[in-house]
């Protein structure tokens, strides 16, 4: 089911960039040039990650998953080692917030109070810094779980940290082994214009 609904969305995903191209921009971001071998790469790492987390047999493979494919949504790979260290220090610095947060005894209404409140913060830090807006997804992701499947707190944190490092381990090991195949072709695709 997970890797049908990855699927679609990664389709999706390719088709929308295919069909309504978007406007330029005074200054537009470096934008891949190749969508469909960006797209498979992404499908490649979400399902990497996926069946890794699951053979390891923790409990929300979804997170590696997540981890895996936020990276590879960037085309350069500078870009992509600075996302990847973002989910990483933003990751640990909201397993810190969810700590204090959580592991205290708090009364099962106030957090849905916190939970928009966590929405807000995530909504409003990540146009401006990656790694700020984990801080505040990492916890919103715990309490959100907690609450569909009550579990100790403790083990969805570690849970949480070990399928961000398998996410982002495998998103880095993807673009690595890509990264010269979409330089190539696009070097060829220059030459072939400039024919």
């Known amino acids: 089911m997970t890797f049908a609904?990855?699927?679609?969305a990664v389709l999706l995903g390719a088709l929308e960039s295919w069909l309504m191209p978007t406007q330029p921009q005074p200054?537009?971001?470096?934008q891949p040039k190749h969508p469909l071998v960006m797209s498979l790469r992404a499908v490649v790492a979400v399902l990497l990650a996926g069946t890794i987390a699951t053979a390891a047999g923790i409990g929300y493979p979804f997170w590696a998953m997540i981890?895996?494919?936020?990276?590879?949504?960037?085309?350069r790979i500078r870009h992509q080692v600075v996302r990847s260290s973002h989910r990483v220090v933003g990751t640990l610095l909201g397993l810190?917030?969810?700590a204090v947060i959580l592991l205290g005894e708090?009364?099962?209404?106030s957090l849905l109070i916190l939970l928009p409140l966590?929405?807000?913060a995530v909504e409003f830090v990540v146009g401006r810094n990656y790694a700020m807006a984990c801080i505040f997804i990492t916890p919103l992701a715990i309490v959100l779980t907690y609450l569909a499947?009550?579990?100790?707190?403790?083990?969805?944190?570690?849970d949480r940290l070990i399928e961000t490092v398998i996410?982002?381990?495998?998103?880095?090991?993807?673009?690595?082994?890509?990264?010269?195949?979409?330089?190539?072709?696009e070097a060829g695709r220059e030459g072939a214009a400039d024919d």
């Open 118 to 120: 966590l929405q807000f």
């Open 106 to 109: 708090i009364p099962p209404w």
């Open 96 to 98: 810190g917030l969810s």
């Open 149 to 158: 499947f009550p579990v100790p707190i403790e083990s969805l944190m570690i």
């Open 67 to 75: 981890a895996a494919v936020v990276r590879i949504s960037m085309h």
């Open 5 to 8: 609904t990855a699927s679609v």
């Open 167 to 185: 996410g982002v381990v495998v998103g880095m090991g993807v673009s690595a082994v890509t990264y010269p195949l979409l330089r190539r072709s």
């Open 27 to 30: 200054s537009p971001p470096a």
